[in-house]
C-alpha cells in the first residue's frame, strides 16, 4: 500500500538530514531545502509521466539516476540538499514502480511543508468559479481567524452545491451554500411541526 503522507515525511526529513549534514542550520533551512527539492520533482516527474511505455525497475531506476546526477551537475546544483532529496526519491519512486503515485505524493509534501511554513490549506467549494475578490476575501478572514501567515485556497467547482461555498479547512467544514441552507431548512421542518400564527378567535374581528 502506498501512503504518501509517509512517503512525503520521509522526503522531507531526508531534506533536513541532508541540510545538516552540509553543515547548515536546521528548521527553516530545512524546509526551504524540502521546498527546492519539491520544484525539482515538479519539473521532472511530467518528463517521466510523458515516457511512453512503463518506467520502472532496477535498471531505469539507475539510467535515471545518472541523467538527473548529470543534468544537476551541469546546473551547479549538485551540491543543494533539496536537489539530493529529490533525486532519491525520483530514483525510489521508479525502482519500486510507484511512480502512478506521484500525483498525491506532491499534494502531500506541499501540504506539510505549507504548515511548516505556516501556510494554511484551505478547499474552497463553489457551484461556480470564485472570483478573485472574493477569494482574496476569504483568504483575509481565514488569516485573521486562524492566525496563519499565508492561506493556500484550492478552488474546487461543485455545480450540486446551487450557489454560495463551502470551505474545508482539515476536518472543519463551514457550508454556507445554497444546498446546505435548504438542507438544514428541511432538516428544521422534519424535527417539528410548524407552530402556526394565532389564529382569530369566533368572536374576534
Known amino acids: 500500500m502506498f501512503i504518501p503522507e509517509r512517503w512525503a515525511e520521509a522526503f522531507i526529513n531526508a531534506s533536513g538530514a541532508f541540510v545538516n549534514a552540509s553543515g547548515a542550520l536546521a528548521g527553516t533551512a530545512a524546509v526551504e531545502s524540502a521546498a527546492e527539492g519539491l520544484a525539482v520533482l ?5 518528463l517521466l509521466r ?3 511505455g512503463e518506467v520502472s525497475g532496477r535498471a531505469a531506476a539507475l539510467r535515471l539516476e545518472g541523467m538527473l546526477r548529470a543534468a544537476a551537475a551541469q546546473a551547479a546544483a549538485g551540491e543543494s540538499p ?9 530514483v525510489l519512486l521508479v525502482k519500486k514502480d510507484k511512480l502512478r503515485f506521484s500525483g498525491s505524493l506532491i499534494g502531500a509534501i506541499e501540504k506539510i511543508t505549507g504548515r511548516q511554513r505556516g501556510v494554511l490549506e484551505c478547499v474552497l467549494e463553489s457551484a461556480n468559479p470564485p ?3 472574493v477569494q482574496k476575501e476569504l483568504k483575509q478572514a481565514l488569516k ?3 492566525g496563519a501567515k499565508d492561506i493556500r485556497l484550492l478552488p474546487r467547482v461543485r455545480p450540486e452545491l446551487l450557489g454560495g461555498f463551502r470551505l474545508r ?3 472543519e467544514i463551514l457550508d454556507a451554500s445554497l444546498r446546505g441552507q435548504l ?9 417539528g411541526p410548524v407552530n402556526p400564527e394565532a389564529r382569530p378567535t369566533a368572536g374576534g374581528i
Open 183 to 191: 438542507g438544514q431548512m428541511a432538516a428544521d421542518l422534519a424535527a
Open 144 to 146: 485573521t481567524k486562524t
Open 82 to 90: 533539496g536537489t539530493e532529496a529529490a533525486i532519491r526519491l525520483l
Open 131 to 133: 472570483e478573485e475578490a
Open 50 to 52: 510523458g515516457i511512453p
Open 169 to 171: 479547512l482539515g476536518d
Open 42 to 46: 515538479k519539473a521532472v516527474l511530467p
